[in-house]
């Protein structure tokens, strides 16, 4: 079955641009008509969609951070990747990769912090 | 784009029912809302779908048989029957909106359940 793995430093100074990879497992990021999402919950907070990709490169991003957020594909390695850019406290969160919304990784803490 | 509004807790005792609700924001009676499940330390899990006909689609992979839905106006209910240990989470429900440029999938702020 489909697994998922967020990694990427855990700690960001502000203003920085902010990198995460998720590694997918199990299966082929090419294979089907999936989406591959981020999502991301700062502390005491809901989950906020950031936005998704799929396999040939269509992105989608949430409009209140699509200035900021890039994410790209890598099928040869079976990874997706998440840009941040222009980072503050406010982007510390739990920072979450999926299958469209089905499965989860299980999540990488981020902290903007100098 | 749709508002989804959940209460911030609810408990049931072992082996009693609990029902979450998920309010949709006016409008948006015909959407379909997904709910998920966010154990301590893991990532959330998918639960399942569910419109005003009830259950859109299939449970979650090893979700058990005693998650069931319902959907009747704005709300959309998730009840857990016999609840156990194991079910104390936070339920979050998410729903999407829109196509093509235009999409958008937003997410409740959750309910925290506990198991007394």
């Known amino acids: 079955q489909v697994q998922l793995q967020e990694s990427g430093p855990g700690l960001v100074k502000p203003s920085q641009t902010l990198s995460l990879t998720c590694t997918v497992s199990g299966g082929s990021i090419s294979s089907g008509y999936y989406y591959w999402s981020w999502i991301r919950q700062p502390p005491g907070k809901g989950l906020e969609w950031i936005g998704y990709i799929s396999y040939s490169g269509s992105t989608y991003y949430n409009p209140s951070l699509k200035s900021r957020v890039t994410i790209s594909v890598d099928t040869s390695k079976n990874q997706f990747s998440l840009k941040l850019s222009s980072v503050t406290a406010a982007d510390t969160a739990v920072y979450y990769c999926?299958?469209?919304?089905?499965?989860w990784g299980q999540g990488t803490l981020v902290t903007v912090s100098s | 784009q749709p508002v989804l509004t959940q209460p911030p807790s609810a408990s049931a005792s072992l082996g009693a029912s609990v029902t979450l609700t998920c309010t949709l924001s006016?409008?948006?009676?015909?959407?379909?809302v997904d709910w998920y499940q966010r154990r301590p330390g893991k990532g959330p899990r998918f639960v399942m779908r569910v419109g005003t006909g009830g259950i859109v689609g299939s449970k979650g992979d090893g979700i058990p048989d005693r998650f069931s839905v319902l959907g009747s106006g704005l709300n959309r209910y998730l009840t857990i029957k016999n609840i156990q240990e194991e079910d104390e989470s936070d339920y979050h429900c998410g729903a999407d909106h829109g196509i093509g440029s235009n999409f958008v999938y937003v997410f409740g702020n959750g309910t925290k359940v506990t198991v007394l």
């Open positions: 999926a299958r469209q919304f089905n499965p």
């Open positions: 006016s409008g948006y009676s015909n959407s379909k």
